[in-house]
């Protein structure tokens, strides 16, 4: 069943969508994982790995802003990790495969370390301090934004740097008013207009 969205932010769909000289996004660690490592393509739909990084391209062309934060890195690493694991063997567990595969292990250091270089070549870094005062304000927003923790920090990341536009997959970020979600999630993009939300600039 697809998960039925309350949508309060406005929605993009990138694939008719022309990005400005003007423009300012934060990119979802989903977006990069997709542009940055090559095995993703084996598990990933054929939009997510198209539409995507010809999006950012458009970007790049029209010398809008990329932005990543620095949380990205922590699941960017653990999900290469997990499709490496994957390829390698159905029957290590996380714990066994990064301790006992040296090999394995040198080659998700590959990985990840190619992946951010990317990222970083092409992007900006946003920052967030997780202190008491950024908590507080995720476990705020937790309460009526249906997101995850990672999301949560890089929302924080996003209202301290001013910045309201988001690429992204995930169908959370819908959940929240007063940012822009560009997409390519076909789920996402029904519901955004069905429920008067979908946007064209």
Known sequence: M????????????????TPQKDDIFLVDTNVWYWLTYTPAST????????????????????????????????????????AERAIFSTTLNTKEYRHNEPTERANVVAEVLA???QVTSIAESIDVTIDEITTNASLTRFQTQLLDGYDLLFLEAMDKAGVVQVITDDGDYVTVPG???????????????????????
Request: aromatic residues 10%; glycine residues 4%; hydrophobic residues 45%.
């Open 43 to 82: 598990s990933a739909r054929s939009y997510q790995i198209n539409d995507y990084p010809a999006y950012l391209t458009k970007i790049i062309s029209a010398q809008g802003l990329l932005l990543y934060c620095g949380l990205s890195l922590a699941e960017l690493a653990h999900n290469i990790e997990q």
């Open 179 to 201: 940012i822009k979600v560009f997409t390519a999630n076909r789920n996402v993009i029904t519901a955004a207009r069905n429920q008067g939300k979908l946007i064209t600039r």
């Open 115 to 117: 992946a951010w270089g």
């Open 2 to 17: 697809a998960a039925q969205y309350t949508v309060k932010a406005e929605v993009v769909n990138i694939q008719f969508d």
